[in-house]
């Protein structure tokens, strides 16, 4: 695929009362000892206890660095910030451990195991010094009562999530690029990925995990998220330390997602985290405020599934894809995914000599909240402007000549029969 769609949303956006086995590795030519932990901390320490702690304290930081296991590492508290409803802790790095996207959510614990907050501010050219916020602002989001508003004009930024798409495209789209923080990284079969077995599941969720929140997984093209683990209580984990999309959320599913390293950042480009997909279904995100994302296990998660069936030059290549879209709060954005899942998926049957010269028709069978079902044709003379042509259409025929603005689609099946030219 050569042209897409404009992207609608820029990609919204880591105790020693363990073992004490030892992961060593180089970050920055400095040998940096991490303490590898199996169990959850042991309780909270609130803010107004946290002011009564004296500047240079030794804190830790709960980081995944390799496959599902999390360290613990030193780092150094230099105080408390208060600004517009935030409560905030400056904290520093020892050893010149670098922290990236990816680390957002990432819990800070006391020396007796408990915690005080989760990483979600950086600053511009420093990868080692950090702001967490407070463990209570984060836990208010299951009630709802805080969500603050960002301060938008402060000289620190946040930590954002690893935006990662996948694809076995081999043109990916334009917009695969810095600007939405978007990069490519290894599927599941590819070669860097960790050496445990897919069926390999984590013994059990650690506060300090990757997890991978989705909005497209399937057969071509797997895109979300990226971001840690902050607490668990019950069946509530606590992660990102900041929002996510910023909207309504209905239902996206949680994975655990595999640690390979972080890539080091190179002038003004973020570190960020370099990881592999899983299907170890966790839970379904069910709030998204500005202290953070909450995930139920026990929720459930509710996607769209999509099956295109493509049959080029009549079987000379013939194959089905499928992939599942997490419902969005915009039914556009929807089908935005659903119009470049399968744009990529004839973009894998069609090679680039004739990319250019293919048309034909696909029948659309698309069922609805309700259980309507509908049926359409959508015919295509020049498969280059598919992904736009496509998502015009089938947003027209749904919200602006039949008017189904109060119902979502619920499954999608498309019929492409196309011929090169």
């Given at each position: 695929?050569?042209?897409?769609?404009?992207?609608?949303?820029?990609g919204?956006?880591?105790?020693?009362?363990?073992c004490?086995?030892?992961?060593?590795?180089?970050?920055?030519?400095?040998?940096?000892?991490?303490?590898?932990?199996?169990?959850?901390?042991?309780?909270?320490?609130?803010?107004?206890?946290?002011?009564?702690?004296?500047?240079?304290?030794?804190?830790?930081?709960?980081?995944?660095?390799?496959?599902?296991?999390?360290?613990?590492?030193?780092?150094?508290?230099?105080?408390?910030?208060?600004?517009m409803?935030?409560?905030?802790?400056?904290?520093?790095?020892?050893?010149n451990?670098?922290?990236?996207?990816?680390?957002?959510g990432?819990?800070?614990?006391?020396?007796?195991?408990?915690?005080?907050?989760?990483?979600?501010?950086g600053?511009?050219?420093?990868?080692?010094?950090?702001?967490?916020?407070?463990?209570?602002?984060i836990?208010?989001?299951?009630?709802?009562k805080?969500?603050?508003?960002?301060?938008?004009?402060s000289?620190?930024?946040?930590?954002?999530?690893y935006?990662?798409?996948?694809?076995?495209?081999?043109?990916?789209?334009?917009?695969?690029?810095?600007?939405?923080a978007?990069?490519?990284?290894?599927?599941?079969?590819?070669?860097?990925?960790?050496?445990?077995?897919?069926?390999?599941?984590?013994?059990?969720?650690?506060?300090?995990?990757?997890?991978?929140?989705?909005?497209?997984?399937?057969?071509?093209?797997?895109?979300g998220?990226?971001?840690?683990?902050?607490?668990?209580?019950?069946?509530?984990?606590?992660?990102f330390?900041?929002?996510?999309?910023?909207?309504?959320?209905?239902?996206?599913?949680?994975?655990?997602?595999?640690?390979?390293?972080?890539?080091e950042?190179?002038g003004?480009?973020p570190?960020?985290?370099?990881?592999?997909?899983?299907?170890f279904?966790?839970?379904?995100?069910?709030?998204?405020?500005?202290?953070?994302?909450?995930?139920?296990?026990?929720?459930?998660?509710?996607?769209?599934?999509?099956?295109?069936?493509?049959?080029?030059?009549?079987g000379?290549?013939?194959?089905?894809?499928?992939?599942?879209?997490?419902?969005?709060?915009?039914?556009?954005?929807?089908?935005?995914?659903?119009?470049?899942?399968?744009?990529?998926?004839?973009?894998?049957?069609?090679?680039?000599?004739?990319?250019?010269?293919?048309?034909?028709?696909?029948?659309?069978?698309?069922?609805?909240?309700?259980?309507?079902?509908?049926?359409?044709?959508?015919?295509?003379e020049?498969?280059?402007?598919?992904?736009?042509?496509?998502?015009?259409?089938?947003?027209?025929?749904?919200?602006?000549?039949?008017?189904?603005?109060?119902?979502?689609?619920?499954?999608?099946?498309?019929?492409s029969?196309?011929?090169?030219?």
């Amino acid at each position: 695929m050569k042209k897409a769609l404009l992207f609608l949303f820029a990609g919204a956006f880591m105790l020693l009362n363990s073992c004490t086995e030892k992961n060593y590795y180089t970050v920055s030519n400095v040998e940096s000892e991490g303490t590898i932990v199996t169990s959850n901390p042991t309780g909270i320490l609130t803010f107004s206890e946290l002011k009564n702690i004296s500047k240079g304290t030794e804190m830790y930081i709960r980081i995944n660095r390799t496959g599902f296991q999390v360290e613990s590492h030193a780092i150094k508290y230099e105080g408390t910030l208060e600004e517009m409803g935030e409560n905030l802790i400056v904290c520093k790095t020892l050893n010149n451990l670098s922290i990236g996207q990816g680390d957002s959510g990432s819990p800070i614990v006391t020396k007796d195991g408990k915690i005080v907050g989760a990483l979600c501010y950086g600053f511009s050219g420093s990868n080692t010094q950090f702001i967490a916020r407070a463990i209570e602002d984060i836990m208010s989001i299951e009630s709802g009562k805080k969500s603050v508003k960002q301060n938008t004009n402060s000289i620190y930024e946040r930590i954002e999530p690893y935006v990662y798409f996948t694809s076995n495209s081999i043109n990916l789209p334009s917009y695969a690029n810095t600007d939405f923080a978007i990069k490519c990284e290894p599927s599941k079969s590819n070669s860097l990925k960790s050496g445990k077995s897919d069926d390999q599941e984590p013994a059990h969720l650690i506060a300090g995990m990757s997890i991978d929140v989705s909005m497209v997984k399937g057969d071509i093209v797997n895109y979300g998220a990226v971001g840690t683990i902050s607490y668990i209580e019950g069946n509530n984990l606590y992660a990102f330390g900041h929002s996510f999309m910023g909207q309504q959320t209905n239902g996206m599913p949680a994975f655990h997602r595999e640690m390979i390293t972080l890539i080091e950042s190179h002038g003004d480009e973020p570190s960020y985290k370099l990881s592999a997909p899983s299907d170890f279904y966790i839970g379904a995100l069910v709030k998204d405020q500005t202290e953070g994302i909450l995930i139920n296990k026990d929720s459930i998660a509710y996607y769209i599934n999509t099956l295109h069936t493509i049959n080029v030059n009549n079987g000379e290549k013939l194959k089905t894809f499928k992939h599942t879209i997490s419902l969005e709060f915009y039914p556009y954005d929807e089908i935005y995914m659903i119009s470049l899942s399968n744009a990529l998926a004839i973009d894998v049957l069609v090679s680039n000599s004739t990319y250019q010269n293919i048309s034909g028709q696909s029948i659309v069978n698309i069922i609805l909240s309700d259980n309507t079902t509908i049926n359409r044709v959508f015919t295509t003379e020049n498969s280059y402007y598919y992904d736009s042509d496509f998502f015009y259409w089938l947003r027209n025929e749904l919200y602006y000549i039949y008017y189904y603005y109060d119902l979502r689609i619920k499954d999608i099946k498309i019929n492409s029969h196309l011929t090169t030219i």
